[in-house]
């Protein structure tokens, strides 16, 4: 078992969001391995079943423990929402604390329900960082397959291959086709695979719903439903002023490759160093690290990408509370050419008091005209203090 960065509270209820399969549930097992706390599996159809018509159960299931535990765990509380209303009360009359995962908020926001008003804290688990895989990290497999949890145990392609169309399979039916998030599930399905092919560039709905076939208004929609459970996130394009960033198109990037992949048709195709579906995938993933770091390690920092209208871009800008901004361009390259940063140099100076740095697979750090040019691991050390 991986020792996860994600550190959780002690002493307040607190609720778990993240992806199907990203550890949630055996985070949860260790954390409270030496306790014994009531355990509430929403995965269970009888269970499922039974809070949905019945939530006053929860408090009458704890009222008959002996003796009472402390904390309550209920797993995938997004399947019986009414639940939180109970959880509120128990919290407020009877001093319980409760751990609740989630793997979908599109549910707990159609619904209403109740997220308890700040009486539990909002926790992130992504799926394994290469710095929690440790000596099992492998880049080239990161990239063709993922870090979920399950995928990183199995050892075979062929493996990983049918546990990650499965996955994407999954999610279809069981997210979109049983929730009925959507009237029609071939639509759908078909978007999908178009967003995962456009996985990290500037969503223009016009052009993805005359690929995908729907109207863009359905490509809008869609895209809400792949944030609210938990599938990818929006990247914004960075403008000082909020409300001009907000105004702008942001691009989209899946949670991790792996799933991306698959989604996209794409798990037969090798992913081979130096061509630009590599240095695509590479790109993804360091993104893909610096969203998970910032979740685990709960710095509050915020991301976006920055792009002018003759094609200029920074991969990523970083703005740290109290810090310097970070640009960060983010090349696939063991030998960067410094010439190719001459648009990191100019939004430099734009950017008052910001700080440049290459993430790249380099094995040594160098510095060229102001510009950090760092191996992307140890970038990511210093850029979220990490420690060895």
């Not at 990290?137 to 392609?157: C, D, H």
């Not at 048709?265 to 630009?276: D, G, K, M």
Request: glycine share 6%; charged share 30%.
């Amino acid at each position: 078992m991986y020792q996860r960065h994600l550190k959780l509270p002690k002493n307040n209820s607190f609720f778990l969001f993240g992806p199907r399969g990203s550890g949630k549930s055996t985070l949860l097992q260790k954390e409270f391995s030496l306790s014994n706390p009531l355990w509430i599996d929403l995965l269970d159809p009888e269970q499922e079943s039974e809070f949905q018509m019945h939530p006053g159960r929860l408090l009458e299931r704890w009222q008959a423990a002996d003796p009472r535990p402390e904390w309550v765990v209920i797993d995938e509380v997004q399947k019986a929402p009414r639940l939180l209303d109970v959880v509120h009360q128990a919290i407020e009359r009877h001093s319980i604390r409760f751990a609740l995962t989630g793997s979908s908020a599109r549910k707990l926001k159609r619904g209403g329900a109740n997220l308890l008003a700040g009486r539990a804290f909002v926790l992130h688990l992504h799926p394994l960082s290469s710095f929690e895989l440790g000596s099992d990290f492998s880049l080239i497999e990161a990239l063709q397959w993922g870090t979920l949890p399950k995928a990183a145990a199995l050892r075979e392609p062929d493996d990983r291959k049918r546990f990650l169309r499965a996955y994407v399979q999954t999610y279809l039916r069981e997210e979109i086709q049983i929730e009925q998030a959507v009237r029609k599930i071939e639509p759908f399905r078909k978007f999908l695979e178009v967003a995962a092919q456009s996985n990290g560039e500037i969503l223009n709905y016009s052009r993805l719903g005359r690929e995908a076939g729907v109207e863009a208004k359905s490509v809008e929609r869609y895209f809400q439903i792949l944030t609210d459970t938990l599938l990818g996130f929006f990247l914004e394009a960075y403008h000082p002023s909020v409300r001009k960033r907000q105004l702008s198109k942001p691009k989209f990037y899946f949670f991790d490759p792996g799933a991306c992949r698959a989604a996209s048709n794409a798990l037969e195709l090798p992913l081979i160093p130096r061509t630009y579906a590599y240095g695509k995938a590479f790109e993804h993933y360091v993104i893909l690290e610096c969203i998970r770091l910032n979740d685990a390690l709960e710095r509050d920092f915020r991301f976006s990408y920055l792009r002018t209208k003759d094609d200029a871009e920074v991969d990523l800008i970083i703005e740290r509370p109290g810090k310097s901004v970070l640009l960060i361009e983010i090349k696939s390259s063991d030998n960067v050419d410094p010439t190719g940063l001459r648009n990191l140099r100019d939004f430099g100076r734009a950017i008052r008091g910001s700080e440049r740095i290459v993430l790249c697979q380099e094995r040594s750090p160098r510095e060229v005209e102001g510009t950090s040019i760092l191996p992307w691991q140890m970038g990511l050390r210093r850029i979220f203090d990490l420690k060895e």
